[in-house]
């Protein structure tokens, strides 16, 4: 087969710094925050990534009310307040906010009084992103490709397909934890196309990853299929989306979001931490920690009657 010219690859090429990187499309992802990225090989958590943030978080966890949706904020004079959809309340005097931007954006918390226009800006300029995931299990080790006779195990590898057309464009890494199985990954338009599909797109996804997989092994690597799992991040009513992604000229926003809104309303998460991390672990984790040392601070000097500042 001829070799494809840059060119042809030139697609694929945007579908890497875009959708599969930002989750969204180039022309609506912001290029300082691409080329502020911080990117690297991921480290993956056998268990799942719920029992890590279970087993980091144990000695909080007697105090986490889980399945209960906050659906609005009150804060003033009397201090803050804190509604779930079974109308319990929180009463408080700060409260810390680590929602995603996809369920700030969706008004599923009524903030009152509302927030004030530069936080609304900062949400809207910050808007989520799609990235999914097909975990395809294998009963063999004979359907990964190999590069030139090597293993391409835990390499970022990008599949092109038809490379006049973008519909089965994808990123693949394989043999994660020595397992023989392929995390196939689906970003931006395309993902959120799929994710609309029957079975939140289940179905397509799974037939998308197991023709690039035997187009690359050129073998049949759906006769070694034993199980497809999927991820539909965009209908999820808890995230909204994957992870936020810059909007092209408001990366600065970021800082925005973060900034407590009368000393008494903080937020965190993702989406409030520079570009470097943007939308990962470490930026949520940032995030938290510059978030709550603000709160504490704010407490403490208030504790001493001092305005915090
Ligand atoms: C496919 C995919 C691949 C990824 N890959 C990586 C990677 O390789 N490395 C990496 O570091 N990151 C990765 N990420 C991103 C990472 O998962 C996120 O950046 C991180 O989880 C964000 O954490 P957070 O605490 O800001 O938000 P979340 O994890 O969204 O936490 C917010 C919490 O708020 C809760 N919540 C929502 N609404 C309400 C409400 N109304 N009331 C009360 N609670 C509510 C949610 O249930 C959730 O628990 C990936 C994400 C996706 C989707």
Redesign the pocket.
């Given at each position: 087969m001829e070799e494809p010219s840059f060119k042809d690859l030139l697609q694929l090429v945007a579908m890497n710094s875009g959708p599969l990187e930002s989750a969204v499309e180039l022309d609506r992802s912001s290029s300082l925050e691409s080329a502020k990225f911080a990117a690297g090989a991921?480290v993956l958590v056998k268990e799942g990534?719920g029992t890590f943030v279970e087993a980091f978080g144990q000695e909080v966890m007697p105090h986490v009310r889980l399945n209960?949706?906050?659906?609005k904020i009150s804060y003033g004079a009397s201090g803050v307040s804190v509604e779930?959809a079974t109308k319990e309340r929180f009463k408080g005097r700060k409260v810390l906010v680590?929602?995603?931007t996809g369920?700030l954006a969706s008004g599923?918390?009524a903030f009152e009084p509302a927030l004030p226009a530069d936080k609304r800006e900062a949400i809207a300029g910050l808007p989520m992103g799609l990235?999914?995931?097909v975990i395809l299990e294998f009963s063999t080790a004979d359907v990964f490709p190999e590069d030139d006779g090597a293993a391409l195990d835990n390499t970022w590898v990008l599949y092109g397909g038809d490379l006049g057309s973008r519909e089965d464009d994808m990123a693949f890494v394989f043999r994660p934890m020595d397992t023989n199985t392929a995390i196939g990954?689906f970003g931006g338009d395309r993902a959120w196309e799929l994710e609309k599909q029957p079975g939140r797109g289940k179905d397509a996804m799974t037939k998308l990853a197991v023709t690039a997989m035997s187009a690359m092994c050129k073998c049949d690597a759906g006769k070694a299929l034993v199980k497809s799992r999927t991820?539909a991040?965009g209908s999820e009513s808890?995230?909204h989306g994957?992870?936020s992604a810059a909007l092209p000229g408001k990366s600065a926003m970021r800082g925005v979001l973060a900034k407590p809104v009368a000393h008494q309303v903080y937020f965190?998460?993702?989406?409030c931490y520079n570009a470097t991390?943007n939308?990962?672990?470490?930026?949520?984790y940032n995030?938290?920690i510059q978030a709550s040392y603000t709160l504490l601070r704010c407490l403490k000097r208030e504790d001493g009657g001092a305005p915090c500042k």
């Amino acid at each position: 087969m001829e070799e494809p010219s840059f060119k042809d690859l030139l697609q694929l090429v945007a579908m890497n710094s875009g959708p599969l990187e930002s989750a969204v499309e180039l022309d609506r992802s912001s290029s300082l925050e691409s080329a502020k990225f911080a990117a690297g090989a991921d480290v993956l958590v056998k268990e799942g990534y719920g029992t890590f943030v279970e087993a980091f978080g144990q000695e909080v966890m007697p105090h986490v009310r889980l399945n209960a949706p906050v659906t609005k904020i009150s804060y003033g004079a009397s201090g803050v307040s804190v509604e779930t959809a079974t109308k319990e309340r929180f009463k408080g005097r700060k409260v810390l906010v680590t929602v995603s931007t996809g369920v700030l954006a969706s008004g599923k918390i009524a903030f009152e009084p509302a927030l004030p226009a530069d936080k609304r800006e900062a949400i809207a300029g910050l808007p989520m992103g799609l990235l999914n995931k097909v975990i395809l299990e294998f009963s063999t080790a004979d359907v990964f490709p190999e590069d030139d006779g090597a293993a391409l195990d835990n390499t970022w590898v990008l599949y092109g397909g038809d490379l006049g057309s973008r519909e089965d464009d994808m990123a693949f890494v394989f043999r994660p934890m020595d397992t023989n199985t392929a995390i196939g990954f689906f970003g931006g338009d395309r993902a959120w196309e799929l994710e609309k599909q029957p079975g939140r797109g289940k179905d397509a996804m799974t037939k998308l990853a197991v023709t690039a997989m035997s187009a690359m092994c050129k073998c049949d690597a759906g006769k070694a299929l034993v199980k497809s799992r999927t991820t539909a991040w965009g209908s999820e009513s808890w995230t909204h989306g994957a992870y936020s992604a810059a909007l092209p000229g408001k990366s600065a926003m970021r800082g925005v979001l973060a900034k407590p809104v009368a000393h008494q309303v903080y937020f965190a998460g993702e989406a409030c931490y520079n570009a470097t991390y943007n939308g990962s672990f470490a930026a949520a984790y940032n995030s938290a920690i510059q978030a709550s040392y603000t709160l504490l601070r704010c407490l403490k000097r208030e504790d001493g009657g001092a305005p915090c500042k």
